[in-house]
């Protein structure tokens, strides 16, 4: 915000920040905010889950000491330019519903059905088994997720078309940003 008032101006509306107040509590802070650029032929990235979820205290990858149901992360994402897969601009994937097994997915031998969309593991010899959701936009679309719930950055396999978007980070006051703002 400090670079250009152009940052600030793109910002969400009061009343989104409002939502996040009732989820993150009072003066929830900045943890990051940057672009996400994937030129043409870019690979994204694997499922993973977000700070400070990835540095937590965890057995067998099940993270410890907190509950999904109080989020301390809130990942916002503003696309600024079309993302979608009939372009082949790799659109963000998440898996609904991953966030309630606090569960890094970096932990586990996953097993991904691209045809059908979904993930799958088997943990204490039971199947688990999740859709993957693909989140596409026009330019200016922006979504909203818990930095628990796996997502990744999708691949651009375009040949023409750049993958851009502004990210943000949105942390209870009582952690540590990520980067200091």
Same mark, same amino acid.
């Given at each position: 915000f400090?670079?250009?008032?152009?940052f600030? &101006? *793109?910002l969400?509306?009061?009343?989104?920040?409002?939502n996040l107040?009732?989820i993150?509590?009072?003066?929830?802070?900045? @943890?990051?905010y940057?672009?996400?650029v994937?030129?043409?032929?870019?690979? @994204?990235?694997?499922?993973h889950?977000?700070?400070?979820?990835?540095?937590?205290?965890?057995?067998k @990858?099940?993270?410890?000491? /907190?509950?999904?149901? =109080?989020? *301390?992360?809130?990942?916002?994402?503003?696309m600024?330019?079309?993302?979608? $897969?009939?372009?082949d601009?790799g659109?963000?994937?998440i898996?609904? @519903?991953?966030?309630?097994?606090q569960?890094?997915?970096?932990?586990?031998?996953?097993? $991904?059905?691209?045809k059908k969309?979904?993930?799958?593991?088997?943990?204490?010899?039971?199947?688990y088994?999740?859709?993957i959701?693909?989140? $596409?936009? &026009?330019r200016?679309?922006?979504?909203?997720f818990n930095?628990?719930?796996?997502h990744?950055?999708g691949?651009n396999?375009?040949?023409k078309?750049?993958?851009i978007?502004? =990210?943000?980070?949105?942390?209870s006051?009582? *952690?540590?940003?990520?980067? &200091? /703002?």
């Open positions: 400090k670079v250009d008032d152009s600030g &101006k *793109i969400p509306q009061k009343k989104v920040f409002d107040e009732k993150l509590g009072e003066n929830f802070v900045a @943890g990051f940057g672009a996400n994937l030129n043409p032929g870019a690979r @994204g990235q694997p499922f889950i977000d700070y400070p979820y990835a540095t937590m205290e965890r057995k @990858g099940k993270l410890q000491n /907190f509950s999904y149901k =109080n989020p *301390i992360n809130i990942q916002l994402q503003i600024l330019n079309e993302i979608n $897969e009939k372009k601009v659109p963000t994937d898996v609904p @519903g991953s966030q309630l097994l569960q890094d997915p970096k932990s586990l031998e996953i097993f $991904e059905n691209s969309k979904e993930k799958y593991f088997i943990s204490n010899k039971k199947k088994k999740y859709k959701k693909s989140l $596409e936009g &026009k200016g679309t922006m979504i909203l930095g628990l719930a796996w990744r950055a691949d396999m375009s040949k078309f750049r993958r978007t502004l =990210n943000m980070q949105i942390l006051n009582y *952690i540590r940003p990520q980067h &200091k /703002f």
